[in-house]
């Protein structure tokens, strides 16, 4: 009977603690995966892991950074090495009843309004390294040292790779800038 109270409480804790960055979380792991199933997966697998090794949590510490930590270890262990082949589904007929529509989700409707096609493919053109880095730092907030963290590499590597990327960034992005009145040519 005590070990159900404790895994009742256990379960508890971790909802109180998970849920609110679960929006935060699904967000960046579709950027990381660039396929809204996908990221849907990728959420659902990290938070099961993230739930049977809670007990290993610091009380204390960033619950944030570290639910990032295992959603890239996950990524990584499952997503980038596996070799993607393509699930082909016939959604014509739920497309056509009105049932299904792709750029309809209320996902895409933020993304729609939050970044423009163009610097969403500049985002999604850089290495992974550098993406995943830009993403933690200039989407989530996370500070050099979060990132350290999360990505198990120095603070030096941390601001080598958002140097880089936003250089990459910047000039994937230099054209659209150019084309929508940002720069004068």
Request: charge should be negative.
């Amino acid at each position: 009977m005590c070990e159900i109270g404790a895994t009742e409480n256990k379960k508890r804790e971790f909802e109180i603690l998970a849920l609110q960055y679960m929006d935060s979380f699904y967000n960046a792991a579709l950027r990381l995966t660039r396929d809204q199933t996908a990221a849907e997966d990728l959420v659902q697998d990290a938070y099961l892991r993230a739930y049977r090794f809670f007990d290993k949590f610091e009380k204390g510490t960033n619950f944030k950074a570290w639910l990032f930590k295992i959603i890239k270890n996950v990524y990584i262990n499952k997503y980038r090495k596996e070799s993607k082949t393509p699930q082909m589904m016939d959604t014509s007929d739920a497309e056509a009843s009105g049932f299904l529509s792709v750029t309809e989700t209320p996902e895409n409707q933020i993304f729609d309004r939050l970044l423009d096609d163009d610097i969403t493919k500049a985002l999604d053109s850089l290495p992974d390294d550098f993406r995943l880095t830009l993403i933690l730092s200039d989407l989530e907030g996370f500070s050099y040292k979060e990132i350290a963290e999360i990505l198990d590499c120095p603070i030096g590597t941390v601001m080598s790779r958002l140097h880089r990327g936003r250089k990459l960034l910047r000039k994937n992005l230099y054209e659209y800038a150019m084309d929508h009145g940002y720069l004068k040519g």
